[in-house]
């Protein structure tokens, strides 16, 4: 599932704009942490969103082409904003001045008034309608000033709220379909995020890997290759890595058939050797949603207890979480 659109990934980890790879590790440890279900047994539904959410924060703000992306995004939107506050300030003023002037050309034409009609001569019909066309242009003028400016706001407005259901639709498509994702697993080995990008990406573009994380039993470990929504990436459960160091890949969410495709054969196999899995015969994983799916993920993960030292070059540092 993509991120929502409204989560603020550095609010999420507690972060601020600038921060460091390391930075970022470090706070959403300590996220997973705080918020790893089995340590919230009273609150669970909660501490599910959270970790959940500090997952997609982790997941964008690690990849510096996501955060490049969000970062440029968020400061269109800021500029944007503050264009918009200084055309309602601009607005507003106009308005103030137009309305000042007004007043001003009553405070004015009431004044002539009373001079005239302290000069003894009576006022014939003629000046009364005079009078009465200079007021009323002077209205008139003030009033569709006015109303441009008014239209001009209103139409802005509209324009503003059809982009962003434009972008709420587009989001909420988008979330509706899910991503094929491989859950990979290994015992012998040692893999990290670039050689798996690297070994999947020939079955389709890859939207995510999740961080390496260590089975309960402490004899393996896992991570979930998540696929671009609509990606035909049958072909990568068949992949099972490197001489000597081998993998099992099954899917998590199975991609998308073709209208002409009839089966899809998978050949049998083992973590040890074998290219992929026998015909799957667990549940139907295409219709639980995403925190179904996380949680039968993450079913068999060891509780974050063991600190490992690392660096970022070395993977170790997330075997901790």
């Not at 068999?300 to 063991?306: E, F, M, S, V």
């Amino acid at each position: 599932m993509p991120p929502s659109s409204t989560m603020d990934p550095y609010a999420v980890l507690e972060l601020q704009r600038g921060c460091s790879e390391a930075e970022i590790a470090k706070a959403y440890k300590k996220q997973c942490l705080k918020w790893h279900p089995d340590k919230n047994r009273n609150n669970e539904e909660e501490a599910s969103k959270r970790f959940i959410l500090a997952k997609e924060a982790f997941e964008l703000l690690f990849d510096k082409t996501a955060r490049a992306d969000y970062d440029r995004k968020k400061e269109g939107e800021r500029v944007r904003d503050e264009k918009q506050r200084a055309r309602m300030e601009k607005a507003d003023g106009d308005r103030k001045r137009f309305m000042e002037d007004l007043e001003r050309r009553e405070k004015e034409f009431e004044e002539q008034r009373k001079r005239k009609s302290q000069d003894g001569r009576p006022k014939t019909a003629a000046d009364k309608k005079r009078e009465e066309e200079r007021a009323k242009e002077s209205f008139d003028e003030i009033r569709r000033r006015l109303e441009r400016e008014v239209n001009e706001e209103i139409k802005e407005q509209q324009e503003t709220f059809r982009r962003v259901r434009d972008e709420h639709a587009a989001a909420a498509a988008a979330a509706v379909k899910p991503r094929p994702s491989l859950r990979v697993e290994w015992r012998g080995g040692d893999y990290d995020d670039k050689q798996l990008r690297n070994m999947f990406r020939r079955y389709g573009k890859i939207a995510a890997v999740t961080g390496i994380l260590l089975k309960k039993n402490g004899k393996g470990k896992m991570c979930v290759v998540e696929f671009e929504s609509g990606e035909n990436a049958w072909g990568a459960e068949l992949e099972n890595g490197r001489e000597g160091e081998r993998f099992k890949a099954s899917w998590m969410v199975e991609p998308e058939k073709e209208e002409e495709t009839k089966e899809v054969v998978k050949e049998e196999g083992t973590i040890d050797g074998g290219r992929g899995g026998g015909e799957s015969t667990g549940p139907d994983l295409n219709g639980l949603s995403f925190e179904e799916l996380q949680a039968m993920c993450f079913a068999d993960l060891a509780p974050p207890t063991k600190k490992v030292k690392g660096t970022m070059d070395n993977p170790s540092w997330k075997e901790g979480i």
